[in-house]
C-alpha cells in the first residue's frame, strides 16, 4: 500500500518538476531578453525551490543537489548579488536540461547520468565560485545601488518617544530615498487610536550607502517595529519598477499571499479519465442517434409525442459533447512556448541572429493534435531558421536587417486551426529545385507554377537531399512532416517568394475525435464523407460526362471538368459492374483540388465519432477512420484528402 | 503469458499443469488455440467491408465501440465451403497487441492438454504454415491441430500489422508536378 501511493506521489512529483523546468525555462529566456522583472526571478526560484524539496522528500540526491546550486546563484540574483548575464543564463538553461534528464533516470528508475549531474554542479559551482570572492570582499564595502526597507513600526512606537517622520528624513539625508506607505493596517476612522502608529512604510534608499549607516537610523527602534533591509533589486531600475505596487508591500506585510500563485484555478486530470469520458459521451451520441432512428419508424401520433423528447436529448447530448470535448482543448501556448529555446540555442550554433515572433498563443487546439504535431512543426522551424535565414552579413549585403525573422501564428478558421511558420529569409531558388529533381529523376514540368514546384519539397525523394539546403546532413525530412501532418488530416501547403522568405501553413482539425460527416450509400454499404471538403452533390446527368483517353471520366460541374471517380470501382465493391441508373456526384475540393465521386445515394448528414482503424487492424488507402453508425453497424470514413491528392489535378 | 514453446520446468514431483485449448472446427477438423488468448466468442454478424482488403478479411464490426477486424481462418486457409449460417462462430481473439474476429465453422469445447499429449507438428506443406503450428495434440483419439493464433495474426504475411508507411498512398504518389494539363 505504502509502496503505490509512494509511486502515486511520485509521479505528481515527476509532472510537477516537469512543468517547474518549463516556467524555469521560460522565466530564464526572459530574463535574458530583458522581459523580466521580479516576479520572473521569484517563479524561477520557487520552481527551483520547489522541486528541490520533493527532490529530497523522495530520495534523488542528484536532482536535491543541482537544485540546491541552482537555488543559490537564483538566490543571489533575487537579492541584487549578480546580474542575470549570458553566462548565468546559459549554465541555468544547461541546468534545466540536466534536470530533465535526471527527471527521465528518476522516473525510469534509473540513477542519475552520473556525468551530467557531475558536469551541471561543477559549472554552478565555477559560476557560484566566481561570484562568492567579490562579494566577500564586498561584504565589507557596500554595494552599489542602495537599500530597500521594510518599515512596519508596531503600535506602541509613539509611546518610546520615537517619530517616524524624523526616521525617514534621516534616511533621506543619507541617499535618494523613494518612500511609500502602506495603509493596510490603517483601522477605520472610528476605530482608530491615535496614540498607536498604524502606517507602515517601504523605502527605497537608492546611493552608495554603507549598511551600518541605514542599521545606526533605525537603532533606536528596532525593538518597536519590524524592519526588514535588503539590497535594492539590480533589475529593479528606477524606470522599471515604480514604488506603487501596492499588492507587493501588502503580501510583505501579511508574508502570506505570494503573489502570481492565486490566480490558479484548474486542475489536473488525468488524460485517461478525460478519454473515458469522451468515449462514453461517444457511445451515448451513437445511442441517441439509435434513438431517433427507431423513432422514426413509429406512426405519426407516437412519433409526434417522443419528437420533442427526443430533439431535447439531441440538444443536450451535442452541448454536452462540445463541453466534454472543450476539455481536451489547450492553447496552442503550450505549444509554441517550446520554440524560443529551440530557436534560441540553434540560431548560437548556427551563428545567425534570429527574432521569433508567435502570435495566436491563445487559439484553442486539441491536446492530442498538439502532442502530434509538435515534431512536424520542430522541423518546419528548424528548416526556417537553418535553411530559409541566411547568415547575417548575406542579410546585410542583400539590405535587410541582420536579425532574421521566424514568425509562428495560430488562428481559427472555419473548422480548422492554421498555423503557419513564416521566415523572411532568402525564399525557395526555384531552379536549383528543378535541377535537383530533374538529377533524381523526377519528372518536372518546366512550366508548372510556384505552387507545383514548391510541392517538390515534400517529395521523398528531394527532401532529405542536404545539397538543396547547402547544409548537408540536416535536411529534414519535409515527407515526413507532410505524412504527419496528413495523418492527422490536416495538409500543409508552402508559398514562397525569392528573397523575401518562405511561408508554410499547416491546417489542422480541431480535433481528431468528432467530425461532421455526409453519409452516402455505394453499393450496400454506407460511407462517411467529412463535410468540409464536401462542396456540392448533384445528379450525373451522361451527357455531362466525357472519357478522356477512354478511359478516365471527367464530368462537367458549370463548365468545369472534374475527375469523376466511381467510389464502387475505387474501393472494389463486389457489385462493381451493376452500376446504378441513376448516380449521384459529390464534389470535394481539398487543398485546392477537386474531384467528384460518384455514389449510389445519399443518406443523411450527422456528427460522427470518429473511430481508429489502425488500433485493431491497419491503414487502408483511402479511408481515414470508421465510425459507429446508429444502428451500431460500422461505417468507414472516406480520406478525401488522400483520393484529392491521388486523382485530382490542381483546380 | 504462457510461452508455448518454452514450458517452464515442472515442480518437482508434480506433474506439469495441463494447458487448456478452445478447439473448434474448420472444414471438419478440429483446432485449439490458447484459451488465454481468447476473449469471447460470438456468433457471426453482419460486417463492414474494407475496401481492397485480402480476401480473408471480411471486414470490420462494432465490438461495444472499438472496432474489429474479422478474419475468416477458412478463406485463409483456402479451406472448401465456407458458408455463413446460424453455427458459424466468432473467436474473438487479443493476439499480437490486437482484438481481432476469427471466423471458424463452430466453437466445440476447452480441451485440457497435458504436456505429453503434445506432439511436434509434421510440416504440411500447405495452406498453414508450420511456423504457427504449437503442435499436434490427441483428444479421445482424435487428432487436435493447435494453431499458434499469436504468431499468425501477427505475421506479415497475415497482412493485419502493415507497417505504417510502407504502403501509404504517399509514397506511391507521383509528383505533382507533371500532372498540369
Given at each position: 500500500m505504502a509502496a503505490i501511493d509512494l509511486a502515486q506521489f511520485?509521479?505528481?512529483?515527476?509532472?510537477?518538476?516537469?512543468?517547474?523546468?518549463?516556467?524555469?525555462?521560460?522565466?530564464?529566456?526572459?530574463?535574458?531578453?530583458?522581459?523580466?522583472?521580479?516576479?520572473?526571478?521569484?517563479?524561477?526560484?520557487?520552481?527551483a525551490h520547489s522541486m528541490k524539496g520533493g527532490a529530497a522528500t523522495f530520495g534523488f540526491t542528484a536532482i536535491t543537489d543541482t537544485t540546491h546550486l541552482a537555488e543559490t546563484l537564483l538566490d543571489q540574483l533575487r537579492a541584487g548579488r549578480r546580474a542575470a548575464d549570458a553566462a548565468f543564463v546559459d549554465a541555468l538553461l544547461a541546468t534545466v536540461d540536466a534536470l530533465r534528464a535526471m527527471l527521465d533516470a528518476a522516473e525510469r528508475g534509473l540513477d542519475a547520468p552520473a556525468g551530467i549531474v557531475r558536469a551541471t554542479c561543477s559549472r554552478l559551482d565555477g559560476l557560484l565560485g566566481a561570484a562568492?570572492?567579490?562579494?566577500?570582499?564586498a561584504a565589507a564595502a557596500p554595494p552599489t545601488g542602495g537599500w530597500r526597507i521594510h518599515f512596519r513600526p508596531r503600535p506602541g512606537l509613539y509611546a518610546s518617544g520615537n517619530d517616524p517622520s524624523r526616521l525617514l528624513r534621516e534616511l533621506d539625508a543619507l541617499g535618494r530615498a523613494r518612500v511609500t506607505c502602506d495603509l493596510a493596517d490603517l483601522p477605520p476612522l472610528s476605530a482608530l487610536d491615535p496614540v498607536e502608529a498604524r502606517l507602515?512604510?517601504?523605502?527605497?534608499?537608492?546611493?552608495?550607502?554603507?549598511?551600518?549607516?541605514?542599521?545606526?537610523?533605525?537603532?533606536?527602534?528596532?525593538?518597536?517595529?519590524?524592519?526588514?533591509?535588503?539590497?535594492?533589486?539590480?533589475?529593479?531600475t528606477p524606470a522599471a519598477a515604480p514604488p506603487a505596487d501596492a499588492p507587493e508591500t501588502r503580501a510583505a506585510g501579511s508574508g502570506a499571499i505570494e503573489p502570481g500563485e492565486h490566480a490558479e484555478t484548474s486542475m489536473r486530470v488525468a488524460v485517461p479519465k478525460i478519454d473515458a469520458?469522451?468515449?462514453?459521451?461517444?457511445e451515448l451520441v451513437i445511442n441517441q442517434a439509435s434513438l431517433k432512428q427507431r423513432a422514426s419508424l413509429l406512426d405519426a401520433a407516437a412519433a409526434e409525442s417522443l419528437g420533442a423528447c427526443l430533439d431535447e436529448i439531441e440538444r443536450n447530448t451535442r452541448d454536452l459533447q462540445e463541453a466534454v470535448m472543450a476539455v481536451r482543448m489547450v492553447p496552442v501556448?503550450?505549444?509554441?512556448?517550446?520554440?524560443?529555446?529551440?530557436?534560441?540555442?540553434?540560431?548560437?550554433?548556427?551563428?545567425?541572429?534570429?527574432?521569433?515572433?508567435?502570435?495566436?498563443?491563445?487559439?484553442?487546439?486539441?491536446?492530442?493534435?498538439?502532442?502530434?504535431?509538435?515534431?512536424?512543426?520542430?522541423?518546419?522551424v528548424r528548416n526556417a531558421l537553418d535553411h530559409g535565414l541566411e547568415p547575417p552579413e548575406d542579410r546585410l549585403r542583400a539590405g535587410k536587417p541582420a536579425a532574421g525573422t521566424i514568425s509562428l501564428s495560430a488562428s481559427h478558421q472555419g473548422g480548422s486551426i492554421v498555423i503557419e511558420v513564416t521566415d523572411d529569409g532568402r525564399g525557395i531558388d526555384r531552379a536549383r529545385l528543378v535541377a535537383k529533381a530533374a538529377e533524381r529523376g523526377i519528372a518536372v514540368d518546366p512550366g508548372a507554377s510556384d505552387a507545383e514546384i514548391w510541392q517538390l519539397v515534400f517529395h521523398p525523394g528531394l527532401s532529405t537531399a542536404g545539397a538543396i539546403t547547402d547544409i548537408s546532413g540536416r535536411g529534414v525530412g519535409m515527407d515526413v512532416v507532410r505524412r504527419n501532418i496528413l495523418a492527422l488530416g490536416g495538409e500543409v501547403a508552402i508559398a514562397s517568394e525569392p528573397g523575401a522568405g518562405t511561408r508554410v501553413t499547416v491546417r489542422l482539425p480541431l480535433t481528431l475525435a468528432i467530425l461532421d460527416g455526409m453519409s452516402v450509400a455505394v453499393d450496400g454499404e454506407t460511407y462517411v464523407l467529412p463535410l468540409g471538403y464536401v462542396v456540392e452533390s448533384l445528379q450525373v446527368r451522361p451527357a455531362d460526362v466525357n472519357l478522356v483517353a477512354a478511359r478516365h471520366r471527367v464530368l462537367r460541374v458549370r463548365g468545369e471538368y472534374l475527375p469523376l471517380l466511381a467510389m464502387r470501382e475505387l474501393f472494389g465493391s463486389p457489385g462493381a459492374a451493376g452500376a446504378q441508373r441513376q448516380p449521384v456526384a459529390v464534389v470535394v475540393e481539398s487543398d485546392g483540388r477537386k474531384l467528384a465521386l460518384e455514389i449510389d445515394e445519399l443518406v443523411g448528414q450527422q456528427q460522427v465519432v470518429v473511430k481508429s482503424i489502425e488500433s485493431n487492424y491497419r491503414r487502408v488507402d483511402g479511408v481515414s477512420g470508421a465510425t459507429i453508425l446508429g444502428d451500431g453497424r460500422v461505417a468507414l470514413i472516406v480520406d478525401v484528402g488522400g483520393l484529392a491528392r491521388r486523382y485530382a489535378r490542381v483546380a | 503469458?504462457?510461452?508455448?514453446?518454452?514450458?517452464?520446468?515442472?515442480?518437482?514431483?508434480?506433474?506439469?499443469?495441463?494447458?487448456?485449448?478452445?478447439?473448434?472446427?474448420?472444414?471438419?477438423?478440429?483446432?485449439?488455440?490458447?484459451?488465454?488468448?481468447?476473449?469471447?466468442?460470438?456468433?457471426?454478424?453482419?460486417?463492414?467491408?474494407i475496401p481492397n482488403a485480402p480476401d480473408f478479411v471480411r471486414g470490420v464490426i462494432n465490438l461495444r465501440g472499438t472496432i474489429v477486424p474479422v478474419v475468416d481462418l477458412r478463406t485463409k486457409f483456402r479451406l472448401p465451403d465456407a458458408r455463413y449460417d446460424e453455427f458459424t462462430a466468432m473467436i474473438v481473439v487479443n493476439a499480437a497487441r490486437r482484438v481481432v474476429g476469427v471466423v471458424v465453422d463452430g466453437v466445440c469445447d476447452v480441451a485440457p492438454l497435458a504436456r505429453d499429449e503434445i506432439h511436434i507438428a509434421p510440416e504440411f506443406g500447405g495452406a498453414i504454415d508450420g511456423r504457427f503450428l504449437t503442435g499436434i495434440g490427441t483428444r479421445d483419439g482424435r487428432m487436435l491441430i493447435l494453431l499458434d493464433i499469436e504468431g499468425l495474426l501477427g505475421s506479415t504475411e497475415f497482412g493485419l500489422t502493415a507497417t505504417y508507411g510502407a504502403d501509404a498512398p504517399i509514397n506511391q504518389e507521383s509528383p505533382t508536378c507533371h500532372a498540369s494539363p
Amino acid at each position: 500500500m505504502a509502496a503505490i501511493d509512494l509511486a502515486q506521489f511520485q509521479a505528481t512529483f515527476f509532472a510537477e518538476s516537469r512543468e517547474g523546468l518549463d516556467a524555469m525555462e521560460a522565466g530564464l529566456l526572459a530574463l535574458e531578453s530583458g522581459a523580466a522583472n521580479a516576479e520572473t526571478i521569484n517563479t524561477v526560484f520557487r520552481a527551483a525551490h520547489s522541486m528541490k524539496g520533493g527532490a529530497a522528500t523522495f530520495g534523488f540526491t542528484a536532482i536535491t543537489d543541482t537544485t540546491h546550486l541552482a537555488e543559490t546563484l537564483l538566490d543571489q540574483l533575487r537579492a541584487g548579488r549578480r546580474a542575470a548575464d549570458a553566462a548565468f543564463v546559459d549554465a541555468l538553461l544547461a541546468t534545466v536540461d540536466a534536470l530533465r534528464a535526471m527527471l527521465d533516470a528518476a522516473e525510469r528508475g534509473l540513477d542519475a547520468p552520473a556525468g551530467i549531474v557531475r558536469a551541471t554542479c561543477s559549472r554552478l559551482d565555477g559560476l557560484l565560485g566566481a561570484a562568492s570572492a567579490p562579494a566577500a570582499s564586498a561584504a565589507a564595502a557596500p554595494p552599489t545601488g542602495g537599500w530597500r526597507i521594510h518599515f512596519r513600526p508596531r503600535p506602541g512606537l509613539y509611546a518610546s518617544g520615537n517619530d517616524p517622520s524624523r526616521l525617514l528624513r534621516e534616511l533621506d539625508a543619507l541617499g535618494r530615498a523613494r518612500v511609500t506607505c502602506d495603509l493596510a493596517d490603517l483601522p477605520p476612522l472610528s476605530a482608530l487610536d491615535p496614540v498607536e502608529a498604524r502606517l507602515a512604510w517601504r523605502i527605497d534608499l537608492e546611493g552608495d550607502i554603507p549598511r551600518d549607516a541605514v542599521d545606526g537610523v533605525f537603532a533606536w527602534v528596532d525593538t518597536e517595529c519590524d524592519l526588514d533591509i535588503a539590497p535594492l533589486p539590480a533589475i529593479a531600475t528606477p524606470a522599471a519598477a515604480p514604488p506603487a505596487d501596492a499588492p507587493e508591500t501588502r503580501a510583505a506585510g501579511s508574508g502570506a499571499i505570494e503573489p502570481g500563485e492565486h490566480a490558479e484555478t484548474s486542475m489536473r486530470v488525468a488524460v485517461p479519465k478525460i478519454d473515458a469520458l469522451i468515449n462514453l459521451v461517444g457511445e451515448l451520441v451513437i445511442n441517441q442517434a439509435s434513438l431517433k432512428q427507431r423513432a422514426s419508424l413509429l406512426d405519426a401520433a407516437a412519433a409526434e409525442s417522443l419528437g420533442a423528447c427526443l430533439d431535447e436529448i439531441e440538444r443536450n447530448t451535442r452541448d454536452l459533447q462540445e463541453a466534454v470535448m472543450a476539455v481536451r482543448m489547450v492553447p496552442v501556448e503550450a505549444l509554441f512556448s517550446r520554440f524560443p529555446r529551440l530557436v534560441r540555442d540553434l540560431a548560437a550554433r548556427l551563428s545567425k541572429k534570429v527574432q521569433l515572433q508567435t502570435s495566436g498563443e491563445g487559439t484553442e487546439l486539441d491536446k492530442g493534435v498538439i502532442e502530434r504535431i509538435v515534431d512536424p512543426l520542430v522541423h518546419l522551424v528548424r528548416n526556417a531558421l537553418d535553411h530559409g535565414l541566411e547568415p547575417p552579413e548575406d542579410r546585410l549585403r542583400a539590405g535587410k536587417p541582420a536579425a532574421g525573422t521566424i514568425s509562428l501564428s495560430a488562428s481559427h478558421q472555419g473548422g480548422s486551426i492554421v498555423i503557419e511558420v513564416t521566415d523572411d529569409g532568402r525564399g525557395i531558388d526555384r531552379a536549383r529545385l528543378v535541377a535537383k529533381a530533374a538529377e533524381r529523376g523526377i519528372a518536372v514540368d518546366p512550366g508548372a507554377s510556384d505552387a507545383e514546384i514548391w510541392q517538390l519539397v515534400f517529395h521523398p525523394g528531394l527532401s532529405t537531399a542536404g545539397a538543396i539546403t547547402d547544409i548537408s546532413g540536416r535536411g529534414v525530412g519535409m515527407d515526413v512532416v507532410r505524412r504527419n501532418i496528413l495523418a492527422l488530416g490536416g495538409e500543409v501547403a508552402i508559398a514562397s517568394e525569392p528573397g523575401a522568405g518562405t511561408r508554410v501553413t499547416v491546417r489542422l482539425p480541431l480535433t481528431l475525435a468528432i467530425l461532421d460527416g455526409m453519409s452516402v450509400a455505394v453499393d450496400g454499404e454506407t460511407y462517411v464523407l467529412p463535410l468540409g471538403y464536401v462542396v456540392e452533390s448533384l445528379q450525373v446527368r451522361p451527357a455531362d460526362v466525357n472519357l478522356v483517353a477512354a478511359r478516365h471520366r471527367v464530368l462537367r460541374v458549370r463548365g468545369e471538368y472534374l475527375p469523376l471517380l466511381a467510389m464502387r470501382e475505387l474501393f472494389g465493391s463486389p457489385g462493381a459492374a451493376g452500376a446504378q441508373r441513376q448516380p449521384v456526384a459529390v464534389v470535394v475540393e481539398s487543398d485546392g483540388r477537386k474531384l467528384a465521386l460518384e455514389i449510389d445515394e445519399l443518406v443523411g448528414q450527422q456528427q460522427v465519432v470518429v473511430k481508429s482503424i489502425e488500433s485493431n487492424y491497419r491503414r487502408v488507402d483511402g479511408v481515414s477512420g470508421a465510425t459507429i453508425l446508429g444502428d451500431g453497424r460500422v461505417a468507414l470514413i472516406v480520406d478525401v484528402g488522400g483520393l484529392a491528392r491521388r486523382y485530382a489535378r490542381v483546380a | 503469458m504462457i510461452d508455448i514453446d518454452k514450458p517452464s520446468p515442472p515442480a518437482r514431483g508434480m506433474p506439469a499443469p495441463p494447458r487448456e485449448f478452445l478447439t473448434f472446427t474448420l472444414a471438419g477438423e478440429e483446432y485449439g488455440i490458447d484459451i488465454l488468448k481468447v476473449q469471447e466468442i460470438r456468433g457471426y454478424d453482419a460486417v463492414t467491408r474494407i475496401p481492397n482488403a485480402p480476401d480473408f478479411v471480411r471486414g470490420v464490426i462494432n465490438l461495444r465501440g472499438t472496432i474489429v477486424p474479422v478474419v475468416d481462418l477458412r478463406t485463409k486457409f483456402r479451406l472448401p465451403d465456407a458458408r455463413y449460417d446460424e453455427f458459424t462462430a466468432m473467436i474473438v481473439v487479443n493476439a499480437a497487441r490486437r482484438v481481432v474476429g476469427v471466423v471458424v465453422d463452430g466453437v466445440c469445447d476447452v480441451a485440457p492438454l497435458a504436456r505429453d499429449e503434445i506432439h511436434i507438428a509434421p510440416e504440411f506443406g500447405g495452406a498453414i504454415d508450420g511456423r504457427f503450428l504449437t503442435g499436434i495434440g490427441t483428444r479421445d483419439g482424435r487428432m487436435l491441430i493447435l494453431l499458434d493464433i499469436e504468431g499468425l495474426l501477427g505475421s506479415t504475411e497475415f497482412g493485419l500489422t502493415a507497417t505504417y508507411g510502407a504502403d501509404a498512398p504517399i509514397n506511391q504518389e507521383s509528383p505533382t508536378c507533371h500532372a498540369s494539363p
